[in-house]
């Protein structure tokens, strides 16, 4: 996220990218003979929710060992001979984005710190929403960081609990904090996992053989070749042992979950499953729902790729009209967001993508994408369509406005940077140069995912960049949105 304050340096081309961001992936596994090399094979298939820079701990039963680097897994590490630093049978890596904190070495995890109850390794896919409070009075009390993550406050905040045992340590921590966060960790005697009470970011648990691997997203067991087992529970902190032994925990007590909807709309892969469903199945029905809320006659219906393509096939499909790749995505050019400076940015987007001339020419043509940020690069598409010589560009977009800035760990632009919460409809389609423009509507993201309707009461999901209905407090942010209240009960591990 785009915070500003001399704890948390934020990396500058935050505030230039104009799609939403996961800030990471993260994967570990306990009980595998090379348990390094299928985490850096896992963490291959989590890249797409992370691709700044990557890391592994592992433990050999006796000695911690790290490797982190700036890049991707592939650039990082590089063949067999780099795992010969990380030995041992229990291993867990990340991938990441930065949104707080900002890039370097000192920021990528997993992080580890000598405790007193003996080394304890932690990776985080999430935000915590009072980093910034918690960090203030950790500082007074003598506490000194070494990065500007905000990770780190879970790691003084375990060290600095009066309580006996490390895993009472560790929830007295959580209990502390705000937000969302699925944490893989390990220490000497275990690997524990677990997720927030509200399971706003995802974590699933799958078995290959003896060994129990934890990941972000399905897509990384079916790539190492585990059978999945089940999702990590919203509130569940699970505990495995090197023997295998399982022991499930629940110490945030019972509280509705609002796991996040975009994972839906975006950040999976579309060959995960979430929430019981697949997210390929799920976005087509988006797509479905949208043909049937915003239908307008046109000749093609054309994704912007990759992301908007299964949407696409759904609004294809209800609504009769042709399926086109109407843009060519060139998969040899990096990311449109690391570049900082304008003129770079948009040289990019036209690198990235490139109309089919002959195939547009003349139509009239519906373009599909997941969502709308900023609104630069769908003014861009929009005008390279209209230069390849379209005769009506539609734009229909497969969730709802994005009006709100995240807090829970999505690079979010400022609430004033977001297009949807400085205009209306029509004055976004005039930006971006669009003939008319339309959003599936919060009730049909809902029942493309399986729910009849938003429950305006208790909603299932948290769709706070679209309502902006926070599901948690937002302590270090309560000046920039207004959040809604939750009290978590105090009961502790056995």
């Not at 991938?95 to 710190?113: D, E």
Request: charge should be negative; proline fraction near 5%.
């Amino acid at each position: 996220m785009n915070l500003t304050h001399p704890f948390l340096d934020i990396a500058p081309w935050d505030v230039d990218s104009d799609k939403l961001r996961e800030e990471c992936g993260i994967f570990g596994v306990i009980g595998a003979k090379d348990a390094a090399a299928m985490t850096a094979l896992g963490l291959h298939a989590l890249q797409h929710r992370g691709q700044e820079a990557v890391g592994i701990v592992s433990f050999d039963g006796q000695e911690f060992y790290a490797q982190r680097g700036i890049g991707h897994v592939a650039q990082v590490f590089t063949g067999n001979e780099s795992f010969a630093g990380l030995p041992g049978s229990m291993a867990s890596g990340h991938v990441r984005y930065s949104t707080t904190g900002g890039q370097g070495l000192r920021n990528v995890q997993p992080l580890f710190a000598d405790l007193a109850a003996g080394g304890f390794s932690i990776a985080h896919n999430g935000n915590i929403s009072n980093a910034m409070t918690l960090k203030r009075e950790l500082i007074s009390k003598g506490s000194i960081f070494q990065s500007t993550s905000d990770t780190e406050v879970i790691v003084h905040l375990i060290a600095t609990s009066r309580y006996p045992t490390l895993l009472k340590r560790f929830v007295d921590a959580l209990q502390l904090v705000e937000g969302a966060y699925s944490l893989i960790c390990m220490t000497p005697k275990r690997m524990v996992a677990c997720r927030d009470p509200l399971g706003i970011r995802p974590l699933v648990m799958g078995r290959i053989g003896d060994a129990i691997i934890f990941a972000s997203e399905t897509v990384a067991l079916d790539v190492v070749g585990a059978d999945f087992v089940r999702e990590v529970e919203p509130g569940e902190l699970i505990e495995v042992s090197p023997d295998g032994k399982i022991t499930s925990h629940r110490p945030f007590g019972q509280v509705s979950p609002r796991p996040c909807i975009f994972e839906h709309v975006y950040f999976s892969r579309p060959d995960s499953i979430s929430g019981g469903k697949s997210v390929y199945e799920v976005r087509k029905q988006i797509g479905v729902e949208l043909a049937k809320e915003s239908p307008v006659d046109a000749d093609l219906v054309i994704p912007v790729p990759d992301s908007g393509v299964p949407a696409a096939i759904g609004y294809a499909q209800q609504s009769g009209i042709p399926f086109e790749l109407g843009i060519i995505r060139s998969h040899y050019v990096g990311r449109t967001f690391i570049q900082p400076e304008d003129g770079a940015r948009h040289a990019d987007v036209k690198r990235k993508h490139n109309a089919n001339r002959a195939l547009v020419a003349g139509k009239r043509i519906i373009l599909i994408d997941d969502s709308i940020v900023r609104g630069t690069t769908s003014m861009k598409i929009v005008q390279m369509m209209r230069d390849a010589g379209a005769a009506e560009v539609h734009m229909r977009v497969a969730s709802p406005p994005t009006e709100h800035s995240c807090f829970y760990g999505v690079d979010t632009p400022e609430r004033s940077k977001l297009l949807a919460a400085r205009m209306n409809i029509q004055g976004m389609a005039d930006y971006i140069h669009a003939d008319s423009l339309a959003f599936v509507s919060i009730d049909g993201l809902y029942r493309a995912v399986g729910e009849s309707s938003r429950n305006n009461g208790a909603p299932q999901f948290c769709d706070a960049c679209f309502s902006g209905e926070y599901p948690t407090r937002l302590t270090d942010n309560a000046d920039r949105e207004a959040p809604a209240q939750l009290t978590l009960p105090v009961d502790k591990v056995a």
